[in-house]
């Protein structure tokens, strides 16, 4: 993982293979995902960067668990 500060303060954490792309949107599903609703606007200064790998932090989708 590549991990560094903006001069705004904001944590930017990146990277650097497949399996850490991986593991990070993981943890960011588990750990990121009502952030809008449990911190202030403005106060979470973190970014996760997974643009090389932007299916690391695509939706988990449920296949054969709901009928039409």
């Known amino acids: 993982m590549k991990a560094t500060i903006t001069a705004k303060g904001t944590l930017v954490v990146e990277p650097e293979n ?3 792309a991986y593991a ?3 943890w960011s ?3 990121l995902t009502d ?3 449990a ?3 403005g106060q979470l200064n973190i970014m996760v960067n997974c643009e090389r ?3 690391a932090l695509e939706p988990v989708r449920a ?3 709901f009928k039409p």
């Open 18 to 20: 497949e399996l850490e």
């Open 24 to 26: 990070l949107g993981k």
């Open 29 to 31: 599903s588990a750990n």
């Open 35 to 37: 952030w809008y609703s």
């Open 39 to 41: 911190i202030p606007q």
């Open 53 to 55: 790998w932007p299916a």
């Open 63 to 65: 296949v054969g668990a």
